[in-house]
Nanobody
Framework: HVQLVESGGGSVQAGGSLTLSCAIS???????WGWFRQTPGKEREGVAA???????VYADSVKGRFTISKDNAKSTLGLQMYRLNSDDTAMYYC????????????????????WGQGTQVTVS
């Protein structure tokens, strides 16, 4: 049973920064995970993902501002967010894919089948 628990969300002023964390347990499919976000009335959007080799991929909207990281030994996933703006306001979710080696787009939610409960980020 895979469990993902996000933390670190909160309210921040525009231009500020936040770091999100995700604790992952029960995941036995190797070390690849992603961050997504969603605002009311909109589809969930892929933000960043990292594969088993540590290669990172980002949505265009966050490139150069967000950094994804992982600690395989601790099964944790991080997301450092800088120069935040109001468009970054959303519920942020960490997710684990069905397989790290499957044919899927790491920034599309249909490749993932395990999700955390989310942590809210509000930028004003």
């Amino acid at each position: 049973h895979v469990q993902l628990v996000e933390s670190g969300g909160g309210s921040v002023q525009a231009g500020g920064s936040l770091t999100l964390s995700c604790a992952i347990s029960g995941y036995k499919r190797s070390y690849c995970w992603g961050w997504f976000r969603q605002t009311p009335g909109k589809e969930r959007e892929g933000v960043a993902a990292i594969d088993t080799r540590g290669r990172e991929v980002y949505a265009d909207s966050v490139k150069g501002r967000f950094t994804i990281s992982k600690d395989n030994a601790k099964s944790t996933l991080g997301l450092q967010m800088y120069r935040l703006n109001s468009d970054d306001t959303a519920m942020y979710y960490c997710a684990a894919p069905r397989s790290c080696y499957g044919d899927y787009d790491p920034l599309q939610e249909d490749g993932y089948d395990s999700w955390g409960q989310g942590t809210q980020v509000t930028v004003s």
